[in-house]
């Protein structure tokens, strides 16, 4: 089955530096790649996604990258806010009716 | 567009009682539902899949018989977490997903302590 790895687990910047997150997965024929923001107690959201015809992805200061050939995709936030801090779960899916398999999180601290 | 309901947010129980947990996705048909069950400081752990009309299908180590799932209808799913106890007691969270789209849409979560 799919098997989601994420790096790092933790991430403290400075207010207005950029974080990096990444994942890589495990099964070549997925093809759908979201990204979520959790934060202490509430739902995840949906913050960024991209399928696999796409190589990037950018959305604002928020942008994700797909390298199919080394399958894995990156996150990455500019000009990072204190409101930016949070848990960032990156997933992937094989079109279908197959669940999203989840990374294990990214606690992100931006740094006043 | 794309809302995902889920009642109650939060219920304490004590042990060896049932609790269900209702999972509705207010403007959009969902097709499929995903119940998934997140401990402190972990990720979500996915429980079972759920479509409207069949039987949920549960992951290894999920007891079927213990979180009883019901997709009666294309907008509400429950979980049932029967005979609960202690161990039980953890954040569950629904999903919904469309026909059209592999978008998945969470609720709000239920926190469940068991006592």
């Known amino acids: 089955g799919e098997n989601v790895e994420q790096h790092p687990s933790t991430l403290s910047v400075q207010e207005g530096d950029s974080a990096v997150i990444k994942c890589t997965y495990s099964?070549?024929?997925?093809?759908?790649f979201p990204w979520y923001k959790q934060e202490l107690g509430k739902r995840p959201q949906l913050i960024i996604d991209i399928r696999s015809n796409v190589g990037e992805k950018k959305d604002q200061r928020i942008a994700v990258t797909l390298n199919k050939t080394a399958k894995h995709f990156s996150l990455h936030i500019t000009e990072t806010q204190p409101e930016d801090s949070a848990v960032y779960f990156c997933?992937?899916?094989?079109?279908?009716?197959?669940?999203?398999?989840f990374g294990k999180g990214t606690r992100l601290s931006v740094i006043a | 567009g794309a809302v995902v309901s889920q009642h109650p947010s939060w219920v304490i129980c004590k042990s060896g009682t049932s609790v269900k947990i209702e999972c509705r996705s207010l403007d959009f048909q969902a097709t499929t539902m995903f119940w998934y069950r997140q401990f402190p400081k972990q990720s979500l752990m996915l429980m079972a899949t759920s479509n409207e009309g069949s039987k949920a299908t549960y992951e290894q180590g999920v007891e079927k018989d213990k979180f009883l799932i019901n997709h009666a209808s294309l907008t509400l799913s429950t979980l049932t977490v029967t005979s609960a106890h202690p161990e039980d007691s953890s954040f569950y969270i629904c999903?919904?997903?469309?026909?059209?789209?592999?978008?998945?849409?969470f609720g709000p979560g239920t926190r469940l302590t068991v006592l």
């Open positions: 099964d070549s024929a997925s093809n759908y």
């Open positions: 999903s919904a997903r469309t026909g059209t789209t592999d978008t998945q849409y």
């Open positions: 997933a992937a899916v094989f079109s279908g009716n197959t669940p999203l398999v």
